[in-house]
């Protein structure tokens, strides 16, 4: 059975600091996903980073893929309130299906 | 593009009564996805769609659930008879030929009392 786990499962921190959230899993995956699910809403696509070692940055933050395509790191700079949400990760199985992690709720303290 | 489109947003039902929930996908993508999210589960695929055709139903937790897609730009998930534990929200995603980029709609939050 391929699992995402995601770390942490909650982080609380005061805006202006930095953070780093983790989305591990043993197999490998031909490309991971980062949504952000705000209250209420349903989760939204951040990036797609599909080749080993990539890097992809939004603003202030940084998605890396793994060398093995087995891990994946969120990196936000100068965290904002507006950045509070939960974060999901999410990789292709099979038939196009998506498999999910159970995500990181990020609330940054103003 | 309006996206997803789900509705009711919010639905609470009595026990015992007959839900159904409604998805209007992104036009022209080909495939649709219902998801159920809660605290205790996350998020939990219930069946897709490729091409109006359910294609794997094997999250569908009961009999109780069932789900239609007449066609490319309609699909219904039907609860019948709803029972406190189905309480939680369902989110429709749909994606676009082979890429498992999703979109989601805004969810339906269902309670059954």
């Known amino acids: 059975t391929q699992l995402l786990e995601q770390s942490p499962q909650f982080l609380s921190i005061q805006e202006g600091e930095n953070l780093t959230v983790y989305c591990n899993s043993s197999s490998v995956f031909s490309s991971l996903q980062w949504y952000r699910q705000e209250p209420g809403e349903g989760p939204v696509l951040l990036v797609t980073v599909v080749t080993g070692g990539e890097v992809k940055k939004l603003k202030r933050l940084t998605f890396q893929f793994g060398d093995a395509r087995k891990d994946s790191s969120l990196h936000i700079t100068a965290a904002q309130t507006g950045d509070t949400g939960l974060y999901l990760c999410a990789a292709g199985g099979s038939n196009y299906q998506l498999i999910w992690g159970a995500g990181t709720k990020l609330i940054i303290k103003p | 593009d309006a996206g997803v489109i789900q509705s009711p947003r919010h639905e609470v039902t009595e026990m015992g009564q007959e839900v159904t929930l409604r998805c209007k996908p992104i036009s022209g993508h080909n495939s649709l996805f219902w998801y159920r999210q809660t605290m205790m589960r996350g998020l939990e695929l219930l069946i897709y769609f490729n091409n109006n055709v359910p294609i794997d139903d094997s999250g569908m937790p009961e009999d109780r659930f069932s789900a239609k897609m007449p066609n490319a730009s309609f699909s219904t998930l039907k609860i019948q008879p709803s029972e406190p534990r189905d309480s939680a929200v369902y989110f429709c995603?749909?994606?676009?030929?082979?890429?498992?980029?999703?979109?989601f709609g805004q969810g339906t939050r269902l309670t059954v009392v």
């Open positions: 995603a749909s994606t676009r030929g082979g890429n498992t980029e999703a979109f």
